[in-house]
């Protein structure tokens, strides 16, 4: 479920925002980047408020707005980073500055070592003044438009590049026709100083330019489609835009083609709202109080948008617009909310903060004012009605890395009932390159809430975001910081872990040391140094579940260090045990986890004994505790639990002890063990399917993890690692990763695909009978008598006899068909024959071939015709390579409320 989607406002809250007094800057800051450790990177302009981005400063909320919150870093490669595009890197979370007033040069900051500066990177081939960088959903980076350092329109970059990490940029030559140079800039727009865009699909990007709306695809060499004229007067450079929904972007006032040109064109009040799911986008307009030349837009927690600065002269004092407005995305409709001190014109900014709050500053350089200062503004949710800071949740644990579609805990210190997604942002220019908003999907569960990160793999494109939790008076935290990686090319560093936030008055950043619960401290994310004085006990961990050892001073926070993963797969923080508390007490041989409130256990079997298993029982011989590696020889059985509750597989040689193998946790909340059969034992009648280990046939290796797997035709390709692997049948091409498998079937471990022979037997799957649907995942069958149910997707299921009702869930059929797949459940119609399980036949010239499944990216070679439907019902489009299963990408949803499938036509 997804609790409360409307915008919260607690009944104390107050009306309006407020700005901040006006703070001193070291100069304009023309350009504005939210960074990984929470500070802001501000550069683009000289300490006299000239023209040349020669200096960089790094501002640390957390230390106030005082001279030791500011560090002003070295600029030893002399880049003139005046008027150039920006982005935070998805591959490594590093700021990528490219071009301005340096032309084709290229440069990333690192935050983790930030008294160093500017490094060096690959240079572009065009000139990239004025050009706007893009994070594609593959984790690559568009380029497009910009010029020569003062270029104009007839010297514009028409070509568009891409950087692929570790690879380099490439041009896109088939881009040239773009309308960067068309006409002169008045008629045109000048389309090449940062355009608006936005990914549509896998392999296209819209783009609001100048006076023209077009399409880019960046696959092979790229190409443009469907150039059309911008109607409205909300175009141009004087613009800004925001997506501030999934396929909805916000585009805002401007309406001329340059700061001060002559046309004396009054700043536009119009915003149009551009649905870009249709394969055409299309839009409808909204219009505000005031008109504005050169304002900046900016996603707010809640999932409104803010509008400041600007005025309706270009770049003049005539009818400054110092009062922000807000825009409701439920209602469509505008307010006025809270003024600012100072005119912020053309080379201003707004920031979205980690804190909820809006950093606004800039403005000049040219301007009727130096705008070398900044105010902050902050929402009216962080303020109770009397205009003071209103108490805020906290959220105490979280991931600091997260995948699609992923479900994962957070613990808060109040009741929660909202939780949004927003991704950071780097701005310039009223254009803020990746910020974008998600409602998030979540339940109450145990001690926290399951929440789970957006499965669009278009709009959520990777790199940095925050989630933020709503408590019942509409109060949000601080952003909990979380990356969701690039599929390509990513170096695995983790960003530092945020977790538990201070609970800190909403006029504020920072607060006290972040604490873990009473008598513990906490002191390092896992991978860092726990540091304290003297003997103390740490414990390693997360979610209640713990490995404990005594140091003295300091300990590394590994698993290397506390000698096991007390959480598998799930990243880990160290507490030590505060001076004042109890002496420690030893841990025990078989570590137990940290007492928590006990999860609900399976009601014992009469014939079922309770007490914990000893290290060898009749035909059984104890092989690994949780989390560490069984090993034996040969096929056997092997058994996953503890009080006589198991899951049991048959293995060959080796099994990782955890759930993931073993498809299902037989006894939540409780440490368990393997043992392993005893050779020449009966083999047990088991009650319920043990998934079967991948032995058949002949495999070879195609690619490792996050590369690409090549073969011809239509073969079985494995993915994994240790003897535990995800099968799907693949034509020609399968990316090596969790996305295209579905799962991964060995967590925390790096994979590597393999294809089947020619010869290799498919997986069989359940076909026959007659069915229909009863129910979606968690709801329930009802039927009259006793019944055959299936419960799983696309054709894999488990089967149960069932009376009456069944509960559609995983607990009641033994085991998941499907891991990591949105699953259903059909009745057999009454009568039907008993079903049988021929394998799927392999797919013939001018048949179909699955590619894959709703969601998930459909993998090909060149120009393909792709269906996207189910049962039936499909809409086809002919597409070039990867293309992205999904209805934005097809234009229509064929099947209303099904889970769909893309599947790709054989060669005739």
Same mark, same amino acid.
């Given at each position: 479920?997804?609790?409360?989607?409307?915008?919260?406002?607690?009944?104390?809250?107050?009306?309006?925002?407020?700005?901040?007094?006006?703070?001193?800057?070291?100069?304009?800051?023309?350009?504005?980047?939210?960074?990984?450790?929470?500070?802001?990177?501000?550069?683009?302009?000289?300490?006299?408020?000239?023209?040349?981005?020669?200096?960089?400063?790094?501002?640390?909320?957390?230390?106030?707005?005082?001279?030791?919150?500011?560090?002003?870093?070295?600029?030893?490669?002399?880049?003139?980073?005046?008027?150039?595009?920006?982005?935070?890197?998805?591959?490594?979370?590093?700021?990528?500055?490219?071009?301005?007033?340096?032309?084709?040069?290229?440069?990333?900051?690192?935050?983790?070592?930030?008294?160093?500066?500017?490094?060096?990177?690959?240079?572009?081939?065009?000139?990239?003044?004025?050009?706007?960088?893009?994070?594609?959903?593959?984790?690559?980076?568009?380029?497009?438009?910009?010029?020569?350092?003062?270029?104009?329109?007839?010297?514009?970059?028409?070509?568009?590049?891409?950087?692929?990490?570790?690879?380099?940029?490439?041009?896109?030559?088939?881009?040239?026709?773009?309308?960067?140079?068309?006409?002169?800039?008045?008629?045109?727009?000048?389309?090449?100083?940062?355009?608006?865009?936005?990914?549509?699909?896998?392999?296209?990007?819209?783009?609001?330019?100048?006076?023209?709306?077009?399409?880019?695809?960046?696959?092979?060499?790229?190409?443009?489609?469907?150039?059309?004229?911008?109607?409205?007067?909300?175009?141009?450079?004087?613009?800004?835009?925001?997506?501030?929904?999934?396929?909805?972007?916000?585009?805002?006032?401007?309406?001329?083609?340059?700061?001060?040109?002559?046309?004396?064109?009054?700043?536009?009040?119009?915003?149009?709202?551009?649905?870009?799911?249709?394969?055409?986008?299309?839009?409808?307009?909204?219009?505000?109080?005031?008109?504005?030349?050169?304002?900046?837009?900016?996603?707010?927690?809640?999932?409104?948008?803010?509008?400041?600065?600007?005025?309706?002269?270009?770049?003049?004092?005539?009818?400054?617009?110092?009062?922000?407005?807000?825009?409701?995305?439920?209602?469509?409709?505008?307010?006025?909310?809270?003024?600012?001190?100072?005119?912020?014109?053309?080379?201003?900014?707004?920031?979205?903060?980690?804190?909820?709050?809006?950093?606004?500053?800039?403005?000049?350089?040219?301007?009727?004012?130096?705008?070398?200062?900044?105010?902050?503004?902050?929402?009216?949710?962080?303020?109770?009605?009397?205009?003071?800071?209103?108490?805020?949740?906290?959220?105490?644990?979280?991931?600091?890395?997260?995948?699609?579609?992923?479900?994962?805990?957070?613990?808060?210190?109040?009741?929660?009932?909202?939780?949004?997604?927003?991704?950071?942002?780097?701005?310039?220019?009223?254009?803020?390159?990746?910020?974008?908003?998600?409602?998030?999907?979540?339940?109450?569960?145990?001690?926290?809430?399951?929440?789970?990160?957006?499965?669009?793999?278009?709009?959520?494109?990777?790199?940095?975001?925050?989630?933020?939790?709503?408590?019942?008076?509409?109060?949000?935290?601080?952003?909990?910081?979380?990356?969701?990686?690039?599929?390509?090319?990513?170096?695995?560093?983790?960003?530092?872990?945020?977790?538990?936030?201070?609970?800190?008055?909403?006029?504020?950043?920072?607060?006290?040391?972040?604490?873990?619960?009473?008598?513990?401290?906490?002191?390092?994310?896992?991978?860092?140094?726990?540091?304290?004085?003297?003997?103390?006990?740490?414990?390693?961990?997360?979610?209640?579940?713990?490995?404990?050892?005594?140091?003295?001073?300091?300990?590394?926070?590994?698993?290397?260090?506390?000698?096991?993963?007390?959480?598998?797969?799930?990243?880990?923080?160290?507490?030590?045990?505060?001076?004042?508390?109890?002496?420690?007490?030893?841990?025990?041989?078989?570590?137990?986890?940290?007492?928590?409130?006990?999860?609900?256990?399976?009601?014992?079997?009469?014939?079922?004994?309770?007490?914990?298993?000893?290290?060898?029982?009749?035909?059984?011989?104890?092989?690994?505790?949780?989390?560490?590696?069984?090993?034996?020889?040969?096929?056997?059985?092997?058994?996953?639990?503890?009080?006589?509750?198991?899951?049991?597989?048959?293995?060959?040689?080796?099994?990782?002890?955890?759930?993931?193998?073993?498809?299902?946790?037989?006894?939540?909340?409780?440490?368990?063990?393997?043992?392993?059969?005893?050779?020449?034992?009966?083999?047990?009648?088991?009650?319920? !399917? &043990?998934?079967?280990? /991948? #032995?058949?046939?002949?495999?070879? %290796? +195609? $690619?490792? @993890? =996050?590369?690409? *797997?090549?073969?011809?035709?239509?073969?079985?390709?494995?993915?994994?690692?240790?003897?535990?692997?995800?099968?799907?049948?693949?034509?020609?091409?399968?990316?090596?990763?969790?996305?295209?498998?579905?799962?991964?079937?060995?967590?925390?471990?790096?994979?590597?695909?393999?294809?089947?022979?020619?010869?290799? !037997? &498919?997986?069989?799957? /359940? #076909?026959?009978?007659?069915?229909? %649907? +009863? $129910?979606? @995942? =968690?709801?329930? *069958?009802?039927?009259?008598?006793?019944?055959?149910?299936?419960?799983?997707?696309?054709?894999?299921?488990?089967?149960?006899?069932?009376?009456?009702?069944?509960?559609?869930?995983?607990?009641?059929?033994?085991?998941?068909?499907?891991?990591?797949?949105?699953?259903?459940?059909?009745?057999?119609?009454?009568?039907?024959? &008993?079903?049988?399980?021929?394998?799927?036949?392999?797919?013939?010239?001018?048949?179909?071939?699955?590619?894959?499944?709703?969601?998930?990216?459909?993998?090909?070679?060149?120009?393909?015709?792709?269906?996207?439907?189910?049962?039936?019902?499909?809409?086809?489009?002919?597409?070039?390579?990867?293309?992205?299963?999904?209805?934005?990408?097809?234009?229509?949803?064929?099947?209303?409320?099904?889970?769909?499938?893309?599947?790709?036509?054989?060669?005739?």
């Amino acid at each position: 479920m997804t609790a409360t989607v409307g915008l919260l406002s607690g009944p104390a809250a107050a009306q309006v925002g407020t700005f901040s007094d006006v703070l001193p800057w070291a100069f304009i800051p023309i350009h504005s980047s939210l960074l990984p450790d929470g500070k802001v990177m501000t550069f683009g302009a000289k300490p006299n408020d000239g023209q040349g981005g020669f200096d960089f400063d790094l501002w640390d909320p957390t230390k106030g707005t005082g001279p030791d919150s500011h560090l002003q870093l070295p600029n030893v490669l002399e880049v003139d980073s005046f008027c150039a595009g920006a982005v935070l890197r998805s591959d490594n979370s590093k700021l990528m500055i490219v071009g301005g007033n340096s032309n084709e040069r290229v440069t990333e900051f690192g935050y983790k070592n930030a008294r160093a500066g500017l490094t060096v990177m690959p240079s572009m081939t065009y000139p990239r003044y004025y050009a706007t960088v893009t994070t594609l959903p593959s984790g690559q980076t568009l380029v497009t438009g910009g010029s020569p350092s003062y270029g104009n329109q007839t010297n514009a970059s028409p070509i568009s590049e891409v950087l692929t990490p570790g690879a380099g940029w490439r041009e896109l030559p088939g881009t040239e026709n773009s309308p960067m140079r068309r006409a002169d800039m008045a008629t045109s727009g000048n389309p090449f100083w940062y355009p608006h865009i936005y990914t549509t699909s896998a392999d296209e990007v819209f783009v609001l330019a100048g006076r023209y709306s077009y399409y880019v695809d960046h696959t092979g060499d790229g190409s443009i489609r469907d150039v059309r004229p911008v109607t409205g007067n909300n175009w141009g450079a004087t613009s800004t835009g925001v997506l501030y929904r999934p396929g909805l972007a916000l585009q805002i006032g401007g309406g001329s083609y340059g700061n001060n040109t002559p046309d004396n064109v009054p700043g536009s009040d119009m915003a149009s709202i551009f649905d870009l799911r249709p394969r055409i986008a299309t839009s409808r307009d909204t219009r505000m109080r005031f008109k504005r030349h050169w304002p900046t837009a900016v996603v707010l927690p809640n999932g409104e948008v803010l509008v400041v600065g600007g005025a309706e002269g270009n770049n003049t004092l005539e009818n400054v617009a110092y009062a922000a407005e807000i825009f409701n995305p439920d209602t469509e409709q505008w307010r006025v909310d809270a003024s600012m001190q100072t005119p912020r014109l053309y080379h201003s900014t707004a920031l979205l903060m980690k804190d909820g709050r809006v950093l606004v500053g800039g403005g000049g350089a040219p301007g009727p004012i130096a705008g070398r200062n900044a105010e902050v503004y902050t929402p009216a949710f962080l303020l109770d009605r009397t205009g003071k800071p209103a108490p805020r949740p906290s959220i105490l644990a979280g991931p600091v890395r997260v995948a699609l579609g992923q479900t994962f805990r957070v613990q808060a210190d109040k009741t929660i009932r909202r939780m949004t997604f927003v991704k950071t942002g780097t701005v310039t220019h009223g254009w803020n390159t990746d910020q974008r908003f998600f409602e998030a999907a979540w339940t109450p569960a145990g001690d926290g809430y399951d929440v789970t990160f957006p499965d669009d793999a278009i709009n959520a494109t990777p790199g940095l975001y925050m989630l933020f939790a709503f408590d019942e008076a509409g109060v949000p935290s601080e952003g909990k910081y979380m990356r969701l990686p690039s599929p390509t090319g990513d170096d695995g560093t983790d960003i530092p872990s945020d977790t538990p936030t201070s609970p800190a008055p909403a006029g504020t950043l920072g607060g006290g040391t972040p604490q873990g619960p009473v008598g513990w401290a906490r002191c390092a994310s896992e991978s860092q140094m726990c540091r304290f004085d003297g003997l103390r006990t740490v414990r390693f961990g997360a979610n209640g579940t713990y490995a404990t050892r005594e140091a003295t001073n300091e300990i590394l926070c590994s698993t290397d260090t506390f000698g096991r993963d007390p959480v598998f797969g799930t990243l880990k923080f160290c507490e030590y045990q505060t001076a004042a508390d109890p002496a420690p007490t030893p841990e025990p041989a078989t570590p137990q986890p940290e007492p928590t409130p006990p999860a609900p256990q399976p009601s014992p079997q009469p014939d079922v004994p309770q007490p914990t298993a000893p290290a060898s029982t009749a035909g059984w011989t104890r092989c690994a505790s949780e989390n560490e590696t069984c090993r034996f020889e040969g096929v056997r059985q092997v058994r996953y639990g503890a009080n006589g509750i198991y899951a049991t597989r048959v293995m060959v040689s080796l099994a990782a002890c955890n759930t993931a193998t073993f498809g299902r946790d037989p006894v939540p909340g409780t440490i368990k063990v393997c043992d392993v059969e005893s050779a020449g034992a009966p083999a047990p009648t088991p009650t319920q !399917p &043990a998934p079967q280990e /991948e #032995t058949a046939g002949t495999w070879a %290796r +195609c $690619a490792s @993890e =996050n590369e690409t *797997c090549r073969f011809e035709g239509v073969r079985q390709v494995r993915y994994g690692a240790k003897g535990v692997f995800a099968t799907r049948v693949m034509v020609n091409v399968a990316a090596c990763d969790t996305a295209t498998f579905g799962r991964d079937p060995v967590p925390g471990t790096i994979k590597a695909c393999d294809v089947a022979s020619a010869d290799t !037997p &498919a997986p069989q799957q /359940e #076909t026959a009978g007659t069915w229909a %649907r +009863c $129910a979606s @995942e =968690n709801e329930v *069958c009802r039927f009259d008598g006793v019944r055959r149910v299936r419960y799983g997707i696309d054709g894999l299921f488990v089967t149960r006899e069932m009376r009456n009702t069944a509960a559609c869930n995983t607990a009641t059929f033994g085991l998941d068909p499907a891991f990591g797949r949105i699953k259903i459940c059909d009745v057999e119609s009454a009568g039907a024959a &008993a079903p049988t399980q021929p394998a799927p036949q392999r797919e013939t010239a001018g048949t179909w071939a699955r590619c894959a499944t709703e969601g998930y990216m459909c993998a090909f070679d060149g120009v393909r015709k792709v269906r996207y439907g189910i049962d039936g019902r499909f809409v086809t489009r002919d597409l070039r390579k990867p293309a992205a299963c999904k209805t934005a990408t097809f234009g229509r949803d064929p099947a209303p409320g099904r889970i769909k499938v893309c599947e790709i036509q054989m060669a005739r």
